[in-house]
Antibody, heavy 122, light 106 residues
Framework: QVQLVQSGAEVKKPGASVKVSCKAS????????IHWVRQAPGQGLEWMGW????????NYAQNFQGRVTMTRDTSISTAYMELSSLRSDDTAVYYC???????????????WGQGTLVTVSS | SYELTQPLSVSVALGQTARITCGGN??????VHWYQQKPGQAPVLVIY???NRPSGIPERFSGSNSGNTATLTISRAQAGDEADYYC?????????FGGGTKLTVL
């Protein structure tokens, strides 16, 4: 069965960076785009961008451009999201999710990781 | 930028029908997807491309989309349907989520 398993919770100081991993199983990572979505405490869902694991191509939401980097390691079926220059308002649960459309983006998110809580605090 | 508007909350009596709306400019021309999120859990896709149910989602969940409004309908509401619901579309290569609606089953 398809699973996306994310790395554990992180606590970071303001100005630091965090890197969250998302390991895919039950399918081939390179066959589907991976998106990253975050959710601040008590708030809604916010899309951060996607990575096309086959090529490494990315598309970042404007709000995160310059601070986010999405990468992948196909040899271990894992996608990564790194967010830099962390601020207190980056405290959120970060999710990876698979784009249902396969080798193109633009569809729904059919599988989600369990989420990774990132806390930014001095 | 494109915006999706959802009511903050919707209440429904047990066993009755709940309707959650999602509004946006010319929304009927886009594919709308719906997610259910229970406290402490990741979102789950319940409707994709306006009207389609993923496997494992009860037939009680249905969707529609026309004009400027998409609607998620939950028939015979159960206590287990109590959750936050989000609509989502693509606009200009960007993903947009609605603000979310909290469904309360009374």
């Amino acid at each position: 069965q398809v699973q996306l398993v994310q790395s554990g919770a992180e606590v970071k100081k303001p100005g630091a960076s965090v890197k969250v991993s998302c390991k895919a199983s039950g399918y081939t990572l390179t066959d589907y785009y991976i998106h990253w979505v975050r959710q601040a405490p008590g708030q809604g869902l916010e899309w951060m961008g996607w990575i096309k694991p086959k090529s490494g191509g990315t598309n970042y939401a404007q709000n995160f451009q310059g601070r986010v980097t999405m990468t992948r390691d196909t040899s271990i079926s894992t996608a990564y999201m790194e967010l830099s220059s962390l601020r207190s308002d980056d405290t959120a649960v970060y999710y990876c999710a698979r784009d249902a459309s396969g080798t193109t983006s633009g569809d729904s998110f059919d599988y989600w990781g369990q989420g990774t809580l990132v806390t930014v605090s001095s | 930028s494109y915006e999706l508007t959802q009511p903050l909350s919707v209440s429904v009596a047990l066993g009755q029908t709940a309707r959650i709306t999602c509004g946006g400019n010319n929304l009927g021309s886009k594919n709308v997807h719906w997610y259910q999120q229970k406290p402490g859990q990741a979102p789950v896709l319940v409707i994709y491309r306006d009207i389609n149910r993923p496997s494992g989602i009860p037939e009680r969940f249905s969707g529609s989309n026309s004009g400027n409004t998409a609607t998620l309908t939950i028939s015979r509401a159960q206590a287990g349907d109590e959750a936050d619901y989000y609509c989502q579309v693509w606009d200009s290569s960007t993903v947009v989520f609605g603000g979310g609606t909290k469904l309360t089953v009374l």
